[in-house]
């Protein structure tokens, strides 16, 4: 087996990822940053792409795979900022991954992804937003994903619309699903090494936007804790849920069996 | 749908302005008048054809997230999307027919509708992704491109812009299978396994022989066929030998010989019981594809009857 990428060894103190020797000369001021928003692009893909063959309606199979695609493109743009982009998906073992933990909970039901898709793509097109209009190594990325995350972030209002002003049931599912997923939200405002972002407009550009369309909705904005009470820090200091760890394993499990191999 | 029904002497007339058309190879369009078993005809392969385009998503996004390369897994996701639009194409242009999409997939589900039983094999390693773009794809291609000229209109035009996409699904497939021809003893035997385990199928692909086929004559006479399923399968094994030797790979079939006379390919023969038995029900993935596909449709129900709601509420026409 190849060995681990030097980016990829957890090191919760480590500022800046170094680039791998070999590599083309990288941006060593962008690798943090772009590790981690290059992994919640590449994790919330995945996710997306576990929904193939089963949408509920064919648009949708079409929609989702849109944005999974989309994503994906916006993964490899950074994680190739930092790395090879497979050594980096493929190669590194759990800890090491700079996600946050949103976007790596599970699908639940289309109602659970929707709740999951509004929380996460409000919040990436205000930061890409943020980060398109400076003059940082990720400002050229930024400016071109921010329109497609509008994109992302303007389905997942119309269903949130849709589901929650709707029927009963989708009423229901929907609220659930935005309960269940609150508590990883406030992970979203917490700082990111490397990025320079005020934190206080992106917070409260959030709040004010997910508080409208929620309303809109006839839904209530979640109460309960924005973070788990947990020391130790969550995705961001390479700390994950326990289904991430399933969900790396499918992931990786063919390109590891074949160490060296090129597809 | 209903009409007045025509007298005789009228229906006649029409008659022979629909043959006309057709012999002049002219289009017929939702509006023109048509027999009614033409239109059923045509129902029942824009159906059968839309159903196969989504089960079909099922044994290629069994490997979406097994991708083993970040620019394969993009490739993969692409192509499978791009069946789901197929698949809406398809039954967009059945719907110009009178048949909604909602009324196709009850029957779907039901097993009153076929899908090509192709998707009824699994797919058991990555190199079947490739396996199925290459042969799969190929042999749908050459059955395709001369649907881009049948003679109703909306089902050729959807044709084109689905043998524009095919052709990329087909080249992936083949680039795909040649990286692992090329690559480790383990990358090459698992191509090797796919191709001997898809390609019988995909020559059972064209349908049963011309002697043997239940509709064949009669939509070769409309030209919504142009070509028998013998010439057809033909055309794909002569694309397909010279191909397999540049991918280093061989085809199982012992008898696959060069006829200077003919100018093509022999090959050995197929075994029909086998297909009839994946036909009838009793292929290795028949109920799991369509329970797949159904509990997807039952799970969703709840989602479309909430966009249904909404859209009564507020006056939107969008699902
Ligand atoms: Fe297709
Ligand atoms: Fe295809």
Redesign the pocket.
Known sequence: MKPAPTAATPAATSTAAPAPAGSPARDVAAAAPALALGDDALVLSHRLGEWAGHAPVLEEEVALANIALDLLGQARVLLSLVGDEDELAYLREERSFRNCQLVEQPNGDFAHTIARQLYFSTYQELLYGQLAVGDGPLAPLAAKAVKEVAYHRDHAEQWTLRLGDGTQESHERIQRGLDALWRFTGELFEPVTGLDLDLTALHDDWITRIASVLTRATLTVPQGASRGAWTAGAGRQGLHTESFGRMLAEMQHLHRSHPGATW | MTTIAPDAESLAVLEAGFDAAVAADERIEPRDWMPDAYRASLVRQIAQHAHS?II?MQPEANWITRAPSLRRKAILMA?VQ??AG?GLYLYSAAETLGVGRDELLGKLHSGRQKYSSIFNYPTLTWADVGAI?WL??GA?ITNQVPLCRCSYGPYARAMVRVCK??SF??RQGYELLLALSRGTDAQHAMAQDAVDRWWWPSLMMFGPPDDESAHSARSMAWKIKRHSNDELRQRFVDICVPQAESLGLTLPDPDLTWDEQRGHWNFGPIDWDEFREVLKGNGPCNEQRINQRRRAHEDGAWVRDAAAAYAAKHGEGNR
Request: no cysteine; aromatic share 0%.
């Open positions: 385009e079909g192509k791009d069946e197929h773009g799969v794809d749908a996409e095919e699904h087909q």
